[in-house]
C-alpha cells in the first residue's frame, strides 16, 4: 500500500465516529425531546396563523390551506435535521480555550471530525422530527400534500445531501474565523437571520417580490429546505438543473477555501486559547 493507510480502514474509522455521535445523543435524550417540542410548536403557529389568513379564502398565492400547512411541515422537517449549527460553537469554544489541540493530534482532519459529528446527530433527531411531523399530521388530520413523482423525490433527497454538505463546510469556515476574530458571534446572528429567510422558515419566498427571489436564488441558503419543500409540493421542479449547478460550486469554493484558511492559521495557534 506504499506506506498509506488502506481505504477500507479510512472508512470504517469514520464510521465508528459516526456511531459514537449516536450513542452519545442517547445520553442527552431530554435534549432531543424539546426539540421535537420546538418542531411542533412552530408548526402549531404555522397552524394558528395560516388558518386566520386563509379565513374565506381558498388560495394566498397559489397555496390552499392543505398545501401551506404541508409546507410547513417539510420546511420545519427539513430544518431540523440540519446539525451544523452547533459546530461553530463547538470551535469557538475549543479555540478560545485552547483544546482545539486535540483536534489537529488525532489520526482524522479536523473537517472530517465535525463531518461525523454532524451526521451522528442527525442520524439520532431525524428520528424525533419525523415523530413530531407524523404526530402532527395525525393529530390535525388535515390532506398533507406532496408529489408522487419519483424523480422529483430523487432531486429532492439529492439537494438535501447537497445542502446539509454545504452547510457543514459553512459553519466549520465560520468556526475557523475564531482564529482572526475575538468574537464571531455577530457573524452567527447575521447568518441565522439571513438562513431563516433565505431558506423560507419564516414565511414561503412566494410571497416575496420576483426580484428578491432572483436574488436570493444565487445563494445556497435557498436551495437547502425551500427548494427541497417546494418540489415536494410540487412546485418549482424546473429549478433543480440551476440548483444543482449553484449548490456544487459553493461546495467547490469550500471544498479550497477550508483547507487553505485552516492551514493558514493552524500555525498561528499555540493550543493555550485566543
Not at 436564488?217 to 429546505?225: D, E, R
Amino acid at each position: 500500500m506504499n506506506g498509506c493507510i488502506p481505504e477500507s480502514r479510512v472508512m470504517k474509522k469514520y464510521l465508528e465516529l459516526i456511531k459514537i455521535n449516536v450513542k452519545t445523543q442517547l445520553i442527552w435524550r431530554t435534549d432531543a425531546f424539546f426539540s421535537m417540542i420546538s418542531v411542533c410548536a412552530k408548526m402549531l403557529f404555522a397552524y394558528l396563523l395560516w388558518g386566520i389568513i386563509f379565513e374565506g379564502k381558498e388560495t394566498v398565492a397559489g397555496f390552499s390551506y392543505s398545501m401551506m400547512i404541508s409546507y410547513y411541515v417539510l420546511n420545519s422537517f427539513f430544518s431540523s435535521m440540519d446539525m451544523s449549527g452547533s459546530i461553530s460553537y463547538e470551535m469557538d469554544d475549543k479555540i478560545r480555550n485552547g483544546s482545539f489541540s486535540k483536534y489537529m493530534i488525532i489520526p482524522v482532519l479536523p473537517q472530517a471530525y465535525f463531518l461525523c459529528q454532524t451526521i451522528g446527530k442527525a442520524l439520532f433527531y431525524v428520528v424525533f422530527t419525523f415523530t413530531a411531523s407524523f404526530i402532527w399530521i395525525f393529530i390535525f388530520k388535515f390532506d398533507f400534500v406532496i408529489t408522487a413523482n419519483a424523480l422529483h423525490v430523487v432531486s429532492v433527497f439529492t439537494l438535501l445531501l447537497l445542502g446539509y454538505l454545504f452547510m457543514q463546510q459553512f459553519h466549520y469556515y465560520l468556526g475557523l474565523l475564531t482564529f482572526k476574530f475575538k468574537n464571531i458571534f455577530l457573524f452567527l446572528m447575521i447568518k441565522d437571520n439571513i438562513f431563516s429567510l433565505i431558506s423560507g422558515a419564516v414565511i414561503p419566498l412566494v410571497l416575496l417580490p420576483h426580484e428578491v427571489i432572483s436574488v436570493f436564488k444565487f445563494l445556497p441558503f435557498y436551495y437547502i429546505s425551500y427548494l427541497p419543500t417546494m418540489i415536494l409540493l410540487g412546485r418549482n421542479s424546473e429549478e433543480v438543473p440551476q440548483a444543482f449547478i449553484t449548490m456544487l460550486l459553493w461546495i467547490l469554493v469550500l471544498a479550497v477555501l477550508n483547507p487553505a484558511t485552516y492551514k493558514y492559521y493552524r500555525t498561528k495557534f499555540e493550543g493555550a486559547g485566543i
